[in-house]
């Protein structure tokens, strides 16, 4: 049986401005999701691997523009679209 644990990719993504240089500069290096403009990836390679589970939120992230939806509740997102895949 596989864990949810292991089938979640992690990533990076805040809704509050970037304040400090550093994290400025990070993430503006992110490659940024051509559809919502929301979720952002280290590399081409990452990007491609998520697009299996950002594909299911990714048309809602883009409809509800400028809202973006909160860390929790997309990680609510990606739990329920995985347990799905896993039954």
Not at 21 to 46: A, D, E, H, M
Not at 52 to 80: D, M, N, W, Y
Request: proline letters at 6%; aromatic letters at 10%.
């Amino acid at each position: 049986m596989r864990f949810l644990s292991e089938r979640i990719p992690v990533q990076f993504s805040t809704n509050k401005p970037q304040t400090s240089t550093l994290k400025n500069i990070f993430f503006r290096s992110l490659l940024k999701c051509g559809r919502c403009k929301y979720v952002r990836y280290c590399s081409k390679t990452c990007q491609r691997g998520d697009w299996r589970f950002h594909k299911g939120e990714c048309g809602g992230i883009a409809r509800a523009q400028p809202h973006s939806p909160t860390p929790l509740a997309r990680l609510v997102v990606r739990c329920l679209l995985v347990d799905a895949e896993v039954r």
